[in-house]
């Protein structure tokens, strides 16, 4: 556990804002070498920015920055990584057209005296590293071709073994099946045995208080507690997270929880023998108005590929799909939308314009409606303040750059795109990945509200808790294919995992 | 309550004179390049800053403008169209060809009237485009592969055209505004500016506008917003090449002739407008308004080195170096917005 040891890295003082919005103010944070420190917060309370200033990405910033006890001022990512700090960030950056081992050594391929890269040498090499992590896959195979729970493994991997003092952890396992997070807790000890100090940021609670020595709570932008792990609870993190009491608000899901009768309702979509090349086989299925539809399977069990059909992005290579009972073979995205079907894919970075303010992202779904031909920009942003309003998006400014919205501020205004015009059936991937408490909560009032309007939902997710949380009826993807279907029947976590 | 707002989203502006100028850097690069040319040349030469100076860098300019109308568009989706200047001399080429030459005029043409051989020309280029739009879209050619081939094509359609003779004449109408004037003014200049102000008025105040702003900045995002992305890059390919067509008729009219490779300065002139102007080359970022004064720092640069005395030779290198000047800023400025928007 900690030692009395002098930190590695403090931090006084430190105040940030991006435009004029205060995302940090006055927060301390020190950091002991063979410490693994958890950070726990709602979104936009402020950890990742912390640890942005911490890697060298936000340079400008006031408060003193102490490595060694030493004055210290990161000018870029580059200095950070120099002084032996380096971060795994909460969106996945890998080159997927390189190879595994190019992404594990990028940026220092073994070389030899003239220069050249050593590929044999750099195989093995990598072979060895993602070995030690428990990763058995070949060197030499495309990155973009695995899952994208093992590309995330393999870039955390990267990263812990390049030989950096400090480890910066942001969201790392919310990609992650149980048997790789718990392959992941235990590197992270054995780094610990090393001496490496490493933080840990997470929206779950309970790997939070399992694998770390300390835990420090943000609250809009300030620090409100640090305790050892061993003396809290998961209920006192939620509380003093959120600052009011947080029984209600977290599920374990362990216990069985009934599914509703089914609907009667009329059937919105309706999929009938769906399938694509290796990813998808003989999907049929009918999702119906007033009903949210929970798509579960674990990583790569093919929901990519059905969102992604179901709004015209991939063309299956077999199967029908019909909108309110008329058959649709969807050309483009823009086919999709007319017909009524709206998705948001897991990717933020997929569906937004960052450097274009907010209120240029809610609206250009629907500018065909409020505009023939000339833009309404006032319309536009009347729109965008009533979304931005009842999302409680924050800051609440709409001629902001998405840009500087946080995470889970920028998945709202990802689903407020949708939302004006209501379409007939909603597809959203992962729509609580990597938020906290308080913003999934919101996120499953607004699923709801959307039912309780007449919307087809449907709600594809790795997430045993995200389904169990917002669906009437259950479907289980596995390898491509459906394989159980729970409905007016109790259904646990267990029981979800188990059909999966 | 919206006053308050207002208050408020001002008050919520990146704060200072240093975060501002840094993101608005793409503008104003360009025009204190064009200040500080200007101000060296008038200068240096006594006969640069006159009116009729003034009014012959607005003439010299002005099919360079036409074309780099379309051009703009396309760069703001974060493509390319290197096929603007062989559009624009195949149909100068075609509006004289349908035209009645001189007897001495040793073409195989075929006359019609003046309606009729312009409409025929303006759906040459439109076609052409529509060509660059197809492959760029349906096919998936990548538009810099793509134009360089149709950058062939009008070459060879040209070439069988006038088969290495010179025609003259051109209907009345584009004679009239690719040589005449009005009160003064040059009509050639006055339909590159309503072209020039046309452009800016669809890229802000049109839907189709916001799209191709939208696409420029994240092609991923509006497809998944639904927008439909093939047809607005399609769009800007057609509009394009009808703006070079028009640009190549009446420079055709202004030259008072139409030969193979009369427009091939035209399709670095027009790309470095667009580029020095500081639109991104990324997409998503700049408008008509950087494509005007890219117009005028290669105008004042090109006239002003005729002004002072300087070998004719170097001055093709100045002008590539001005080129690399204004790459590194466009380049830079992106970087710095990007780092202003963390």
């Known amino acids: 556990m900690r030692e009395d040891r002098s930190p590695i890295l403090e931090l006084l003082g430190i105040t940030k804002s991006f435009g004029g919005v205060e995302a940090l103010r006055g927060v301390d944070f020190a950091l002991s070498p063979g410490e693994i420190h958890g950070l726990v917060g709602e979104n936009g309370a402020g950890k990742s920015t912390l640890m942005k200033i911490i890697a060298g990405v936000h340079s400008e910033f006031s408060g003193r920055f102490l490595i060694d006890g030493k004055e210290t001022h990161f000018r870029s990512a580059r200095d950070a990584h120099a002084a032996g700090i380096a971060m795994v960030h909460q969106e996945l950056s890998v080159a997927p057209d390189l190879t595994v081992a190019e992404n594990v050594f990028l940026g220092n391929q073994p070389t030899n005296r003239f220069g050249l890269v050593q590929w044999r040498r750099m195989a093995r090499e990598a072979g060895e590293q993602l070995a030690r992590f428990g990763i058995d896959v070949d060197p030499m195979s495309r990155l973009g071709d695995l899952p994208i729970g093992l590309q995330q493994l393999i870039e955390i991997a990267r990263v812990l073994f390049s030989g950096a003092r400090i480890v910066i952890l942001d969201e790392p396992t919310s990609a992650l099946s149980p048997p790789e997070v718990e392959r992941l807790f235990a590197t992270l000890r054995r780094l610990r045995e090393e001496g490496t ?57 362990t216990d069985d929880l009934m599914l509703p009768r089914p609907s009667d309702s009329s059937v919105v979509l309706k999929v009938d023998q769906l399938s694509l090349a290796r990813s998808l086989k003989d999907i049929s299925f ?59 894919p897991e990717s933020r970075r997929d569906m937004l314009f960052h450097q274009e303010p907010v209120y240029k992202n809610i609206s250009i779904s629907i500018l065909d409606r409020i505009s023939s031909l000339l833009l309404k920009p006032a319309q536009e942003r009347d729109i965008a303040r009533r979304q931005v309003e009842q999302l409680q998006i924050r800051p609440p400014v709409v001629g902001l750059d998405l840009g500087m919205l946080s995470g889970g501020n920028q998945q709202k205004v990802a689903l407020a795109k949708w939302l004006t015009y209501p379409p007939k059936l909603l597809v959203l991937c992962e729509p609580t990945r990597g938020m906290d408490v308080g913003a999934k909560n919101d996120v499953i009032n607004i699923v709801r509200d959307l039912r309780a309007k007449g919307l087809a939902v449907i709600v594809l997710s790795t997430e045993p808790e995200t389904v169990l949380s917002l669906a009437d009826r259950i479907l289980v993807l596995k390898r491509g294919a459906l394989v159980r279907e729970f409905k007016n029947e109790p259904v646990s976590k267990d029981r979800l995992l188990e059909a999966a | 309550m919206a006053s308050s707002e207002t208050a408020l989203a001002a008050g919520q502006r990146p704060r200072g004179l240093a975060p501002f100028l840094r993101s608005q850097m793409r503008n104003i690069a360009p025009f204190l390049t064009l200040i500080f040319l200007s101000a060296f040349f008038a200068f240096a030469s006594p006969s640069f800053a006159t009116l009729d100076n003034l009014g012959n860098i607005l003439t010299q300019v002005s099919v360079t403008g036409i074309i780099a109308v379309g051009l703009t568009f396309v760069i703001l989706c974060a493509e390319i169209d290197l096929s603007i200047a062989g559009i624009a001399n195949v149909t100068g080429i075609a509006v004289a060809y349908f035209t009645l030459q001189e007897s001495y005029v040793n073409i195989a043409n075929i006359p019609l009237p003046g309606a009729a051989a312009i409409l025929l020309a303006i759906a040459l280029c439109a076609l052409l485009g529509l060509v660059n739009a197809l492959g760029l879209t349906v096919i998936g ?38 040589s005449g004037s009005i009160g003064g003014i040059p009509w050639i200049v006055i339909v590159a500016a309503i072209m020039l102000l046309g452009g800016h008025l669809v890229l802000t105040y049109t839907r189709f506008g916001r799209y191709v702003y939208m696409v420029g900045g994240n092609r991923e995002a509006a497809e998944y917003s639904g927008l439909n992305v093939k047809l607005i890059l399609g769009a800007v390919m057609v509009i394009s090449a009808v703006c070079s067509g028009i640009g190549g008729m009446l420079g055709v009219a202004h030259f008072g002739s139409a030969q193979q490779n009369e427009f091939d300065t035209y399709l670095l002139d027009s790309i470095a407008a667009v580029v020095v102007g500081g639109t991104s080359l990324f997409g998503g970022r700049g408008g008509i308004g950087n494509t005007i004064v890219g117009l005028f720092v290669l105008g004042v640069l090109n006239n002003g080195l005729d002004h002072v005395n300087i070998d004719s030779f170097l001055k093709i290198l100045i002008r ?19 780092k202003a928007a963390e």
């Open chain 2, 320 to 338: 590539g170096l001005i080129l690399l000047a204004a790459l590194i800023i466009n380049v830079y400025a992106q970087r710095l917005r990007e």
């Open chain 1, 197 to 253: 100090a490493i933080v840990f940021i997470s929206h779950f609670i309970e790997d939070i208080l399992l694998v770390s020595d300390t835990v420090t709570v943000f609250r809009n932008g300030r620090k409100v507690a640090e305790t050892a792990s061993a003396a809290t609870s998961k209920g006192a993190l939620i509380e003093a997270m959120i600052g009011r009491g947080g029984e209600a608000l977290e599920h374990s899901y």
């Open chain 1, 286 to 344: 009918e999702a119906r108005a007033g009903e949210v539809l929970g798509i579960y399977g674990f990583m790569g069990c093919g929901q990519q590929e059905l969102s992604r059909i179901l709004f015209g992005k991939l063309k299956p290579d077999g199967g029908t799909l019909a909108v309110d009972g008329t058959p649709k073979t969807f050309a483009s995205t823009a086919a999709a939308r007319r017909a009524g079907v709206a998705l948001v």
């Open chain 2, 141 to 178: 050619i990548p538009s810099f592969i793509m134009t360089l081939a149709m950058m062939q094509i009008a070459a060879g359609i040209s070439a069988l055209l006038v088969r290495g003779q010179i025609a003259y004449k051109v209907p009345s109408l584009i004679t009239t505004l690719g």
